[in-house]
């Protein structure tokens, strides 16, 4: 038997491995955290802001359900792209329906700055016009349905004065296993594990104190970044808050998505990483060694059969297999550990079939080659279309919108797939 078809088989199975511990210990320390918990009354005034652009297939939840939270003391922000937007009718139907407490401002996006994304245009414009007497900034993304305790379990840890921002995170549950759906989930469940465990801000559910936006210039930084949470953490540093994670608000995406789509929506993602976050090239080195040992093995297992070495064949391809299973059972740890979390409020995640879950373990190894890719790809872009727009990238704090026009709904299969962003 070969050495190296050991020693490969060996690396494969010790790397998975070392996943399945990580996200044991992602299970456990989501399943002893303690919620911070309600401080009871009202706390102040919350401003919830929401960026319109594009009628997101869950958009009429989201604001059905923005007007059903147990905080009572807050107003919603809906910052609209452009009257033409097919959600800009849509919105003005939910208020005249719903909206028996007068919550919605509405207004649209009068002219989006060239220097940053059209989500911190939204922001800037939005904080313009907040009421003078409001005490915390609230933010949620068009594909988030939140539930009705979501807005107090946001705002209640800012009773703390040692943080200064409260953040969950998103998890993607495909109702129908696409090939698309499925691989955005695998990628997902590898990148919740670090962004929970570090507390990296999401905006997707997310709030701090006005006076610590002020105090932390964040209308300034706004106006020359790409993303509106990607420059939170840096900002905050010299203020000495914390930034608080916290699992109740994970939040579950169904939303389908194309191949085609997530092969963008990755790369998207980590050259956000790339940009904001000093972890980016611990990133690079792991996804470099996990698919590096992937197409070792298969080298060393394809050699193994054309010298008719069988033992060596079977040695490394058990190891592949072992790593396949081992990394599959990862993400199924990991997402038994947000099942839990989204229990505590009536939610559930649907049960898996033995065919979906073959499905999973083989769609795997094309989850991690995707990963790699992307690292690469973000390491080098430095132009990326987003919603539409193309953004000019040239460092943290140097963005350039090319061209603004307002967002045009296509084939109702791609707007489908047009989502999360």
């Known amino acids: 038997m070969s050495i190296y078809a050991a020693i490969t088989a060996t690396l494969v199975v010790g790397a998975s491995l070392s996943h399945l511990v990580i996200a044991c210990y992602f299970r456990t320390k989501m399943a002893l955290h303690v919620p911070k918990q309600p401080a009871g009354g009202d706390m102040g005034l919350a401003s919830v802001m929401l960026s319109i652009r594009g009628c997101d297939p869950g958009l009429k939840e989201t604001l059905i359900q923005l007007l059903d939270q147990d905080y009572d003391n807050y107003e919603v922000h809906l910052i609209i792209d452009d009257k033409s937007d097919a959600a800009w009718s849509l919105v003005h139907q939910i208020k005249s329906e719903f909206d028996i407490n007068n919550r919605f401002r509405i207004q649209e996006m ?73 691989l955005r989930s695998l990628w997902n469940a590898g990148s919740l594990v670090p962004t929970a465990i570090l507390s990296n801000p999401w905006a997707g559910s997310f709030a701090m104190r006005m006076e610590d936006v002020r105090r932390a210039k964040l209308q300034k930084v706004w ?15 010299p203020l000495g808050l914390s930034i608080y994670f916290s699992p109740s608000l994970i939040m579950v995406n169904r939303d389908r998505c194309t191949f085609n789509y997530v ?29 590096g040992l992937l197409l070792t093995a298969l080298g060393v297992f394809i050699t193994s059969l054309f010298s008719q070495d069988w033992t060596s064949a079977l040695v490394i391809g058990g190891g592949v297999l072992s790593g396949i299973v081992l990394t599959s059972i990862s993400y199924f740890v990991v997402r038994n550990a947000v099942a839990q979390c989204i229990s505590m409020r009536g939610e559930t995640l649907q049960r898996l079939s033995l065919k979906r879950v073959f499905r999973f373990m083989v769609l795997t190894p094309v989850a991690q080659f995707i990963y790699c890719v992307s690292c690469f790809r973000a390491a080098l872009t430095r132009q990326i279309q987003w919603r539409q727009i193309t953004y000019q990238l040239k460092g943290k704090s140097s963005v350039k919108m090319v061209r603004y026009r307002p967002w045009i709904a296509t084939e109702p299969e791609q707007v489908q797939s047009e989502v999360s962003l």
């Open 110 to 182: 009068r002219k989006p700055l060239k220097t940053c994304g059209l989500k911190c245009s939204s922001l800037l414009q939005g904080l313009n016009q907040v009421n003078n007497d409001s005490r915390f900034l609230v933010l949620i993304d068009a594909d988030v349905t939140p539930h009705s305790s979501w807005l107090g379990d946001l705002i209640a840890p800012l009773a703390d004065k040692k943080i200064g921002v409260v953040t969950g995170n998103q998890w993607y549950e495909p109702e129908t296993p696409s090939a698309g759906s499925v």
């Open 223 to 237: 106006r020359k970044s790409i993303v509106d949470d990607g420059p939170i953490r840096r900002a905050l540093q």
């Open 263 to 291: 092969n963008r929506y990755v790369s998207r993602m980590l050259t956000w990483s790339r940009i904001y976050e000093t972890t980016f090239i611990n990133t690079v080195f792991h996804a470099i060694i996990t698919f």
